[in-house]
């Protein structure tokens, strides 16, 4: 499985961005795929999350509303699109994939993607 994140960039408060992250290798039908992220000094933190059979979606609060999380499932590629960008969501942004019970906990994700450093000025 390789997964391969795109998309990260240095943009301005307020700006948008769109994370892209491929998947080959296998059918992921059944999985989940994840998107975390992870700032200088701070733990790998999770940030959205899709199945791939039922688009069922999980945000964490601080993106809520300003994240989307979508599928293109004939590419097996994920987005993130991230609108009203904040110097708090300043990290590298990994996506992850696995047959997760808990989309939320990045230690059930199999396997990663090499992340892609998104910075937010102020």
């Known amino acids: 499985v390789q997964l391969v994140e795109s998309g990260g960039g240095l943009v301005q408060a307020g700006d948008s961005l769109r994370l892209s992250c491929a998947a080959s290798?296998?059918?992921?039908?059944?999985?989940?795929m994840g998107w975390f992220r992870q700032a200088p000094g701070k733990e790998r933190e999770f940030v959205a999350a899709?199945?791939?059979?039922?688009?069922?979606?999980w945000y964490a609060d601080s993106v809520k509303d300003r994240f989307t999380i979508s599928p293109d499932n004939a590419k097996n590629t994920v987005y993130l699109q991230m609108n009203s960008l904040k110097p708090e969501d300043t990290a590298v942004y990994y996506c992850?994939?696995?047959?997760?019970?808990?989309?939320?906990?990045?230690?059930?994700?199999?396997?990663w993607g090499q992340g892609t450093q998104v910075t937010v000025s102020s």
């Open positions: 992850a994939v696995g047959s997760v019970i808990r989309p939320t906990s990045a230690s059930e994700y199999d396997h």
């Open positions: 290798g296998r059918t992921f039908s059944r999985y989940a």
């Open positions: 899709i199945r791939w059979n039922g688009g069922s979606t």
